[in-house]
């Protein structure tokens, strides 16, 4: 099975979470989408970001509300000793599933720092990654850079729609008292 692999802290899972899941399974060629709930985005502060378990029981329960969904949560990296680098989350999962194709998700934003990541060139490589646009970020140029930085790279730049809600969005309304319920998944 190919097995689309989308990680993040997931502090809220919402609606665009949900269509992302659902593009990557209808049109975006996978069979199936991991969710990985990460203990903590090296990039994101610490300190505000709850517990991982409790954001995995969370994804969990958001799941359960769409049936219909082809997506497994996973807390691979929950378990794993720090740091959790993206690399060694795949290759867990490469190692745990040997029959498996496994393609990292991420973010036009992510790409646009993706050659400062842990091993960016075996990711590239060995399990390759599916883009999905963000706004105010180009991929195209991105692509480009690392294609010529990284010989052999697999980057497919999904035509996915793009997602105007964000986890952060969603945490600030909640905390101005707004009811933020209609983006949640």
């Known amino acids: 099975m190919k097995i689309a692999v989308y990680s993040g802290s997931f502090n809220p899972l919402h609606k665009g979470h ?4 659902r593009f990557l399974t209808r049109k975006g060629g996978f069979d199936k989408v991991y969710l990985v709930v990460t203990p903590q985005n090296p990039f994101k502060d610490r300190h505000s970001l709850p ?3 409790d954001r995995f029981d969370a994804a ?3 799941v359960a509300r ?8 996973e807390d691979v990296e929950l378990h794993m000793t720090p740091p959790q680098y993206t690399i060694r989350t795949l290759e867990v999962l490469q ?3 040997p029959q498996n194709r496994f393609t990292l998700v991420i973010g036009a934003d992510n790409l646009a720092v993706f050659d400062g990541w842990r091993y960016y060139e075996r990711i590239l ?4 990654v599916a883009v999905f646009p963000r706004k105010g970020y180009h991929r195209g140029h991105a692509c480009a850079r690392l294609k010529k930085k990284c010989p052999g790279a697999r980057i497919v730049l999904l035509r996915a729609p793009l997602v105007t809600i964000s986890s ?4 600030e309304g ?3 008292g707004k009811d933020m319920s209609k983006w949640l998944m």
């Open 60 to 62: 969990l329960e958001a």
């Open 174 to 176: 909640l905390a101005a």
């Open 66 to 73: 769409h049936p219909d969904l082809d997506v497994q949560v």
């Open 125 to 128: 490589t060995e399990f390759g």
């Open 18 to 21: 949900e269509a992302i899941i």
């Open 51 to 53: 517990a991982g378990k």
């Open 168 to 171: 952060t969005e969603i945490r």
């Open 95 to 97: 190692q745990r599933e």
